[in-house]
């Protein structure tokens, strides 16, 4: 009998990784908006949108979106490169039980209106990973 499949948790991975940036430093990155939050702070939000298992290869390979808010569309701007930049060079880390094995943009960092939060300035990324169990 195969040991159970132990799947890593890529917000969590995602969220430790840039937590730990000094260039990253003062910025609010977890997988909720900080309460209160009206989109004007600098922070990059982490949400795992969808993905697949693919079991012959012991491959997890979700995709996942970032939305980073800044006080301004160019302080915006600029901590979505600062997160772009720091994500590709997780290429090759080991994290807990996961190593990633690929990281790829399926969508670079676009404007992003929040209608929600009328003063918010945010940009979106979609991010595909390929973790595989260490």
Do not use: C
């Not at 949108?49 to 079991?55: E, L, M, R, S």
């Amino acid at each position: 009998m195969e040991a159970p499949i132990s799947f890593p948790d890529v917000e969590r991975l995602i969220i430790d990784h840039l937590r730990l940036r000094s260039e990253l430093a003062g910025v609010v990155v977890d997988n909720r908006p900080p309460t209160p939050f009206d989109g004007t702070q600098k922070a990059v939000l982490v949400s795992r949108t969808g993905g697949a298992w693919v079991d012959d290869l012991h491959l997890d390979q979700p995709l996942v979106e970032l939305e980073v808010y800044g006080p301004d569309k160019t302080a915006a701007h600029t901590l979505s490169l600062l997160v772009r930049t720091a994500l590709l060079q997780l290429r090759g880390t080991a994290y807990g039980t996961a190593v990633v094995t690929d990281v790829v943009e399926t969508e670079a960092v676009r404007w992003f209106p929040d209608y929600n939060r009328p003063g918010a300035n945010r940009y979106r990324t979609t991010v595909w990973f390929s973790l595989r169990p260490a």
